[in-house]
Every structure is written in structure tokens, then in C-alpha cells.
């Protein structure tokens, strides 16, 4: 018997990712092909957030309908089908089967039966459920949560991924007990709020009370946090990632606007002076990484504000800075607020983007020279004689990499720890020289 073939495609965060592993997981009996137009099925996992992630996803929809082989079954899943169930099916005749973000565990059953299905409750994993990790033999991503009880101005998500649905501490404990029996050791825990988890469940403190239990397991080497709210993250969420022995000091808190009458108007709930106080704190923290996020455009932007954010990211010395430009989303209490113009949106994104690129660029420019952990990932996509290291400190994919140069003549196993001598920094690019194992 000829074993049916499987080609996914999963857009997006990586919260979408690690749904996407689930597929995969149910879909185990498939064998993966690269190539679309040989897969018996595709599957298209969607984003949904924001309009140039809505325009990705149905590009890749119409890309992958015109390459797909004959008599080959299309699905898409996803935030985007969740958000638009209606028009999608109407407007995409191309596509044989839509489900949402209820049914990741059910895709076997849906592909058998040939049917839509969309379960009104968000699917949360749990350490039950067959994964197939992707992109990494160290590295995995673990969701603590689904949803999110804040109302941010500019932000849909809450209208069709619910409120905050966090899972049981025994239930991660366990996902992450199993990863590390395979050999795991290195993890990034995600969510839509992080700083939130376990408040559903009237757990205070859930996500201390998380670093502590995942501190017990054996075996993990490193790990990170992303995703943490200013409303809900503590300065003692903040000692305790520092604290860790396993938690690198990895601080990912977007702020997206700094001044205090702009954060109102966003509804982020965190003042000017609140979220100032919390990255101030974090800084002061050893090795402490800083990454954060900003929206330029947003309605009631004055000039003044948006001059205050750039002059803030310019002097607050964020290690990493993503700039988005405001997207106008229905069911968003922005959508009937007063807009700026396209041109003015556009402009002030790229003025901020150049800033943004320049604060990286300054704390690239500080580690050179230093000695640091590493893990070689492989080949290096840039030059087939170069390989690409990421500090431990770094967030997989989001960071960046640095290109090893001199291997010092090591015995180079990909995916392995090596103490890294970082030399010079040109154009952008850190680049390294192997010391030892580590």
C-alpha cells in the first residue's frame, strides 16, 4: 500500500506553530514532501491578526491551489478561517475543507470524513497529544494558554481565540517531562499574555510558580518566556526570571506606545510610568536581553506622541525592537475611532523602523568580544561555508544568528553547545569564532 503524502504550511506565530505540530502528529501515518504540488494533502495553517498577515495567508492559499496535483485535498485551518468562516467559503471555491482553531487534534478525522468543522472552544493542547516537533532536535515550543482577557484597542484576537484558558502546571510539566525524554533540552513558552497565566484559574503568581516547577525538571539546559504583558507582569515576575538557573534573563514585553495619553487610548492598561519602571528594572538585571514591540499609526497618534516613542526606543537601549504599522481591524474598538492617512502611517513606520534597526545594531555592536554559549544550528543559509550559531540567550528564529567563520578545527555536531568567541560585527552580522564544547 503507497503511503499518502502531506505538505503543511504553517503562517504565522509560533502559538500557530506548535498547533501545526499537532496536525502532524494526527497526520503521523503521512509522508512529508517540500514539495506542494506532489502532496496528496496540503494543509495551510492561517493567520489571521493583522491585514498584511490576512493578505500572506490567502496568497499562499491561491499559490498552493494552482500547484496542487490532481484529485489532492486542500484544508485550511487556522486563525483566518476562524475569523472569517463565512466569506472564505464563499470566495475560496479552491479549497476543499475549512476547520478554525478548535479541531488541530481532530484533522485526521476531518480529512477522512471530507468536512468542515468549526468547534466554537479554541484547542489547547495537552501533554497527551501526539507532536511532531519541527525545525530543531534541542528546541521546542511549549503553550502554556490560550486566549486573552485584555482589550487592547487595535487587537482582534480576543474576538476569535476567547478569553484566557491556561493549562494545568501538571498538565506543561508533563508535555515537557515527555520532550526531554527525547532529547529536548532548550525551550521557548508562549502565549498570547504570558504574565497572565493561571489567573482563569485564580492562581496567583502562575507563571513564578511555573519557573520554579520547570527549574525541577532534569535535563533542561535553557529556556524563555515571550510574550509578557505590562499590566500583569511584576517586578517579582522579573527577579525570578532573573533568579533562574534555567530561565535565561529574557525580558519580551511589548509596549507598543510609551506615551500615557496613546496607552490609554490603546487600552493597554499599564501607565506610562508603570511600564517605563518595569523595562528600567529589567535592564538592571545580568545579561538581561530586552526585546520589544512597537505599533506606529495608531488613531489619536499626535505628532507629539509619536516623537516621544522615537525618542524613547532611541534612548532606552532595547536589544531587539519590531515596528508594525497600524492595522485597521474590524471588531476592534479602534476600527471606528478617527484614522490617521495611509501616507502618514506609512512614514512614521519606517522613520521608527530606521530607528528600531539602529538600536539592534548598537547592541550587536556590544558583544563583540565577548565569549558566550552557543548552539550551532547548521549550514548557514548565507554562505555554504559558514555555519549559524544562536546564544542561548537568544530567542529561536526572532534574534538572529551568528556566522561561525573558524571552527578552530572542533568536531562540529550540529544542534551541540560550543563556547563561542564573538570577533566583529560587519554590516549587521556578528561573526564567530568556535572556542570548545561546552
Known sequence: MTTKTLHLISLGCTKNLVDSEVMLGRLSQYSLVDDVSKADVIIINTCGFIEAAKEESIQT?????????????????????????????????????????????????????????????????????????????????????????????????????????SRTLDSIVKEVTNLVDKGFWDFSFISQDSSSYGRDMGIKDGLIKLIGAVEKIAGIKSARILYLYPSTTSFELIDAIADSKVFQSYYDMPIQQIDDRMLKVMKRGANEEKTKALLEYMQTKENAFVRTTLIAGHPHE????????????????????????YSNEESTSAYEMEQLSPKVIKQRTKFLGAIASEVVLRSLEKMVDKILIAVVDGTSEEHEYLLSARPLAWERDIDGEILINDTSDLEVVFGGRYKVHVTQLVGGQLLGTLLEAA
Open 61 to 165: 492559499i491561491l499559490e498552493a491551489s494552482l500547484a496542487r496535483k490532481k484529485d489532492s485535498l486542500l484544508v485550511v485551518s487556522g486563525c483566518l478561517t476562524q475569523r472569517y468562516q463565512e466569506e472564505l467559503s464563499q470566495n475560496l471555491p479552491e479549497v476543499d475543507i475549512f476547520t478554525g482553531v478548535g479541531d488541530y487534534d481532530k484533522i485526521d478525522a476531518l480529512i477522512e470524513e471530507k468536512q468542515n468543522r468549526f468547534t466554537p472552544i479554541v484547542y489547547l493542547i495537552d501533554e497527551n497529544v501526539p507532536r511532531v516537533v519541527t525545525g530543531s532536535n534541542y528546541h521546542a515550543y511549549i503553550k502554556i494558554a490560550e486566549g486573552c482577557n485584555q482589550s487592547c484597542s487595535f487587537c482582534a484576537i480576543p474576538q476569535f481565540k476567547g478569553k484566557l484558558h
Open 302 to 325: 499626535t505628532q507629539e506622541a509619536f516623537d516621544k516613542l522615537c525618542q524613547y526606543t532611541n534612548d532606552f537601549g532595547f536589544d531587539r525592537v519590531n515596528v508594525f504599522a
